[in-house]
């Protein structure tokens, strides 16, 4: 059996995340989400979204990359996000059955007015 091997992110809420009002954790939202969509309309991130009624509330999104996992953790360490100091990545090389999932071109939200 032939494995089709994508690299995938997921992102965690870190234990000493600086605490935010709601207007400033909502602008770091608003560039999280621009930042990955960025990376979704070229076709570097072919997935992403968040994590909902999950055991672990630390576990906040997913994402699955066209690119290496030094490319892929380059990028999502670039996230506003992750660089203010509230979200930790994680990199991962995810393994299926060849031609398992397939892909499609779609707009992902920009910001919370677009969500």
């Known amino acids: ?7 995938v992110t997921m992102l965690r809420l870190r234990p000493d995340a600086p605490v935010m009002g709601e207007a400033e954790a909502g602008e770091l939202q608003d560039r999280h989400l621009a930042h990955g969509a ?5 076709g570097i991130i ?5 994590f909902v009624d999950q055991d672990d509330p630390e ?3 997913f994402s699955i990359w066209s690119v ?3 490319t892929a953790r380059a990028y999502a360490e670039a996230d506003p996000a992750v660089q203010i100091g509230r979200l930790a990545v994680t ?14 071109k779609v707009r992902a939200p920009r910001s919370r007015a677009e969500v």
Request: aromatic share 14%; net charge negative; no cysteine.
């Open 91 to 104: 990199v991962l090389t995810w393994m299926m059955p060849a031609g398992n999932l397939q892909f499609g």
């Open 1 to 7: 059996m032939e494995f089709d091997a994508y690299t």
């Open 59 to 61: 576990f906040r999104g």
């Open 46 to 50: 072919l997935a992403r979204g968040p």
């Open 68 to 70: 290496d996992q030094d």
């Open 38 to 42: 960025e990376l979704q309309d070229r």
